[in-house]
């Protein structure tokens, strides 16, 4: 099993959106609804803000979206703010015991 | 509230053992897989290996098979990662995780513990 793949960064100003893709494969991402993605800051651990796709946990603030299509899982951050400056993870269902992860993107804003 | 309190961080010499641990609360412990995470110093995240309390069953990803025990105690609650020998390599963070379900992505997520590997 490969990971999924993340692009390394991507950068906004405030206000404006920003998409990271994680592309896997039908074995993993396009084969089951049950994508994660994960925010990181520095010294922090992972928090989860969207789950089984689309979903958010409460409390994360409703900027964050995600979708599917195909291999290919995204997350939207819209309305970017400074404090959305971190490190986003992608994991995935991968049909058996072992969830896979991407490498990860870190955002900046700009 | 789920809550996924680790122990702290740990400083060890190369060849030393080292068990650290992962107390949970909030859930039914003996029905959830929960499972351990590396993060190298400025890397991405590592899925290691699960165990479901009820039964301890484990399975380990194939980059941690024979490297490390990942155990638990369902009386209290609590998940243990373990190293016989270790090595300066092992120096990383590690987080307990817990995933919804087998092998899903990990929902819940502990503090992380340091573990500094140095002669």
């Known amino acids: 099993q490969s990971a999924l793949t993340q692009p390394r960064s991507v950068s906004g100003s405030p206000g404006q959106s920003v998409t990271i893709s994680c592309t896997g494969t039908?074995?993993?991402?396009?084969?089951?609804?049950?994508v994660s993605w994960y925010q990181q800051h520095p010294g922090r651990a992972p928090k989860v803000v969207i789950y089984?796709?689309?979903k958010r946990p409460s409390g994360v603030p409703d900027r964050f979206s995600g979708s599917k299509s195909g291999n290919t899982a995204s997350l939207t951050i819209s309305g970017l703010q400074a404090e959305d400056e971190a490190d986003y993870y992608c994991?995935?269902?991968?049909?058996?015991?072992?969830?896979?992860f991407g490498g990860g993107t870190k955002v900046t804003v700009l | 509230e789920v809550q996924l309190v680790q122990s702290g961080a740990e400083v060890k010499k190369p060849g030393e053992s080292l068990k650290i641990s992962c107390k949970a609360s909030?859930?039914?412990?003996?029905?959830?897989?929960i499972g351990w995470v590396r993060q190298m110093p400025g890397k991405g995240l590592e899925w290691m290996g699960s165990?479901?309390?009820?039964?301890?069953?484990?399975t380990y990803s194939p980059s941690f098979q024979g490297q490390v025990t990942i155990s638990a105690d369902k009386s209290t609650a609590t998940a243990y990662l373990q190293w016989k020998s270790l090595k300066p390599s092992d120096s990383a963070i590690y987080y307990c995780?817990?995933?919804?379900?087998?092998?899903?992505?990990?929902?819940?997520w502990g503090q992380g513990a340091l573990v500094t590997v140095s002669s």
């Open positions: 909030g859930y039914s412990f003996p029905i959830n897989w």
């Open positions: 165990i479901y309390p009820g039964d301890s069953d484990t």
């Open positions: 039908s074995d993993d991402v396009g084969g089951f609804n049950s």
């Open positions: 089984d796709v689309i």
């Open positions: 995780a817990r995933p919804e379900y087998r092998g899903g992505p990990p929902h819940y």
């Open positions: 994991s995935s269902f991968a049909g058996d015991y072992t969830p896979l």
